[in-house]
């Protein structure tokens, strides 16, 4: 048989002949058939050695990282490293809260947000009676109840103000920075929504005979559904009506831009949330009503609390979490955690004291200015640690055993190891 000097470009061609099923050159080979089917079998036979090789090797890969994110995901901490920052001075008055991975603070006199190192970003100097501040993803507008400015901030520095001209009686951000007010009229109440440099975008009116009383509002991060928790007397006793108003594309042809509606007789209706931009919650007197839709949202799902007094809500983008009292020996508190759709995933008992609670991905803090308690959404104890310092708030950062510690003298970090 002729040497084959070229490899490559021989088994090449074989390989087009074979998946082809055409006839193999009588030069490439002898005469005889047994010679012809021995070479194809040896192709063919080290085509399914390939494949299975790659087939293997992928296995294990996908085996190995899924192993690797489990022991992640899993991962339990036995201590944790403190590291002190810079130095700040916080008043009495001060409140602080997070706001994507940084600090800010807020008083009567001003506002500043600083970084995980507590190096000082920006501040802002006002002149207000009672700040209220609310968030959403990096933006954090401050306004005075009862007054008519708005502070409207990103992590990167001010975006603008708004004035109102009427007295503010609740308001609500966007991730853009579109602010959602409600002020006082004479004899009606308004609903007015700005851009974060103070112009109008869209307003409608209000009045106890037509509509009732906003008690609650909340924009999505999205800034195109507002939703209005109203109170109404009807017939002596009371009844909330919780109203979705798309301002995006499909809700410019209707009358107030109205999308959707729930009405609950002998309810009160005093906390409505969006949790991101196609899914929000509303918390009554009695239950907690899911609601699921970008457009003209339907309610998904609810669950009645009975009598149970809750005493806090907490929420991220994909979770709620409502703590009660808790009478039985399992723990002084009970956390029911419920996912966007309103079921219930976890249901955990704890004994601490708490200030507050973060929803981090899949794992939550439980702390107070002493300790705190890091558990993941099946309930299992991640972490339980204690403070060197009295800690005002802990917050998340974009890891997941990484946190800023304030405290009244500076900003720290607290890494579990």
């Not at 030069?27 to 050695?49: A, G, M, N, Q």
């Not at 790659?54 to 899993?74: G, M």
């Not at 609740?170 to 579109?178: H, L, N, T």
């Not at 508190?333 to 981090?360: C, H, K, P, W």
């Amino acid at each position: 048989m002729a040497e084959v000097k070229d490899f490559k470009a021989y088994a090449d061609k074989l390989n087009k002949i074979i998946e082809s099923d055409e006839e193999l050159p009588e030069e490439s080979f002898d005469e005889s058939p047994v010679r012809e089917t021995s070479y194809k079998e040896k192709i063919r036979s080290h085509k399914l050695r390939v494949f299975f090789r790659t087939v293997i090797i992928a296995a294990v890969t996908i085996f190995f990282v899924a192993a690797v994110y489990i022991s992640w995901r899993d991962k339990e901490y036995s201590e944790a490293v403190i590291s002190t920052g810079s130095s700040i001075t916080n008043g009495a008055d001060a409140k602080v809260i997070s706001l994507s991975g940084h600090i800010v603070q807020y008083s009567k006199d001003g506002i500043s947000c600083l970084d995980e190192s507590g190096q000082v970003l920006w501040n802002q100097t006002y002149e207000m009676q009672s700040p209220i501040a609310h968030t959403c993803q990096s933006i954090v507008a401050v306004g005075d109840y009862n007054g008519h400015n708005i502070y409207v901030n990103s992590v990167s520095g001010s975006l603008g103000q708004v004035d109102t001209n009427l007295p503010i009686r609740d308001f609500c951000v966007s991730s853009q920075g579109v602010v959602a007010a409600v002020l006082d009229g004479k004899d009606v109440t308004w609903i007015y929504l700005y851009d974060s440099q103070g112009n109008t975008l869209a307003n409608f009116k209000t009045t106890m005979k037509d509509s009732g009383y906003p008690i609650d509002i909340s924009i999505s991060p999205n800034a195109e559904l507002v939703c209005v928790s109203y109170l109404y007397p009807e017939d002596g006793q009371v009844k909330t009506s919780v109203a979705f108003f798309n301002f995006g594309s499909v809700g410019q042809n209707a009358i107030d831009n109205y999308a959707s509606g729930f009405d609950y007789p002998g309810e009160v209706v005093p906390y409505v949330q969006f949790m991101n931009s196609s899914a929000s919650f509303a918390i009554s007197d009695a239950r907690i009503m899911f609601y699921s839709g970008d457009e003209k949202p339907i309610i998904k799902s609810e669950s009645f609390t009975g009598n149970e007094e809750i005493r806090s809500v907490y929420f991220s983008d994909s979770y709620v979490g409502l703590v009660f009292a808790n009478s039985t020996d399992e723990g002084a508190y009970r956390l029911q955690v419920y996912n966007e759709s309103g079921a219930i995933i976890l249901t955990t008992y704890f004994d601490m004291d708490y200030t507050e609670i973060i929803f981090d991905k899949n794992q939550f803090v439980i702390y107070n200015e002493d300790e705190c308690v890091i558990k993941d959404m099946k309930g299992h104890d991640k972490f339980k640690g204690t403070f060197d310092k009295p800690v005002r708030t802990m917050a998340a950062t974009g890891a997941r055993n990484k946190f800023i510690l304030v405290t009244a003298s500076s900003v720290d970090t607290y890494v579990l190891k």
